[in-house]
């Protein structure tokens, strides 16, 4: 071996080592602002409607740390969304209620983007919650209260636990659990329904890809899915929509959550019948064709129907399906 060969050995792994450093600070450098952006923020830190009007926020409420979005001026409307969504099922109309409301989309203790799990995932409990946040933290005592899902009977019962501080409750498609259907027959009405009340099992079952299960679930219920007896498979929600709720749901503590808000029936229909009657005007709302269904289990309990419609070529997902009817007809009640 010759100096020459002794010494060249050494400088080319030094040049190679040289050159690998400064493509990983290369690389690195160009990821930062990926590993910078917040989580929760990913879904919107690129829509100029969002930047200009809206505000991700946080609050502590009885030990659960709440997400919510809020923007907008004028008087205060609540959104409270169902399964499998969060806040971000109500963003198609949000930028339009925000020209004369200001708009608090909350995501529902242990959903979404709040951490922390709640005493219970009865909806008369995660009504508690959500007023604490609204009337407690932010002061909001007047607010007209928004829910579709299972989230329109956790704005039923806001509504009937607070009626001081609820202006007006908007319930947006959910046969009511309650005195006209008790949990068994609700356990009847979708094999869905069925599936997410077993204990375990659908986290083992769902757990491992659950993109794949709610991409699948999602057009059972749209229009003309299978859930309203169908054949379309076409899905309301967009690629993006879709990764965005599995991208919490994914979380397995988000994941079970999601399933306890069926668990949670039997106490559901016990604390309806236990309710005080909703006496705020109130507007309903509900995929084409369940009009009359929905309206037989809601108006014992809500008293005041000032509005009922049913959304014109609609599924379930009112807001995705057909947003600029559920937008004119949420002003309108709004505005009074």
């Known amino acids: 071996m010759t ?14 080592l040289t050159i690998a450093l400064l493509l990983t600070i290369g690389t690195a450098a160009c990821s930062t602002p990926t590993a910078d952006v917040a989580p929760h923020t990913v879904a919107t830190q690129n829509d100029p409607a969002f930047q200009g009007t809206f505000r991700h926020e946080f ?17 205060p409307v609540v959104l409270i969304h169902g399964w499998p969504q969060t806040w971000y099922g109500w963003w198609p109309i949000m930028p339009a209620l925000a020209e004369s409301h ?7 203790p242990g959903l979404g983007d709040s951490t922390g799990s709640p005493t219970g995932y009865d909806k008369a409990t995660l009504a508690r919650y959500v007023h604490t946040l609204i009337a407690g933290r932010l002061k909001v005592r007047d607010a007209a209260v928004v829910g579709h899902d299972l989230g329109a009977a956790v704005a039923f019962q806001y509504a009937s636990q607070f009626p001081d501080d609820t202006a007006r409750l908007g319930y947006l498609d959910l046969p009511l ?70 991208r919490t749901y994914s979380r397995p503590e988000v994941l079970a959550g999601g399933f306890e808000l069926y668990r949670a029936l039997d106490e559901d229909v016990r604390d309806t019948l236990a309710a005080a009657p909703v006496r705020v005007p109130t507007l309903l709302l509900t ?27 609609a599924g379930h997902w009112l807001v995705e399906e057909n947003p600029q009817f559920v937008t004119a007809e949420l002003v309108r009640f709004l505005d009074g």
């Open 3 to 16: 100096t020459s060969t002794r010494f060249h050995r050494p400088t080319r792994t030094v040049a190679a």
């Open 59 to 75: 609050a502590d409420v009885d030990g659960v740390r709440m997400h919510y979005v809020t923007g907008g001026s004028g008087p």
């Open 102 to 108: 200001t708009v608090y989309a909350v995501d529902l």
């Open 177 to 246: 659990p309650g005195p006209a259907i008790d949990a068994a027959t609700y356990r009847s009405l979708s094999w869905h329904i069925a599936f997410h009340s077993q204990r375990k099992v659908p986290e083992a079952i769902v757990g491992d890809d659950v993109r794949e299960y709610l991409a699948l679930f999602y057009p059972q219920v749209s229009f003309g899915g299978t859930a309203f007896g169908g054949t379309s498979d076409r899905s309301p929600f967009t690629d993006s929509e879709i990764t965005e709720y599995a």
């Open 287 to 313: 995929a084409q064709g369940q009009l009359n269904a929905i309206r037989a289990t809601v108006a014992p309990r809500a008293t005041t129907i000032v509005r009922a419609l049913d959304v014109p070529n």
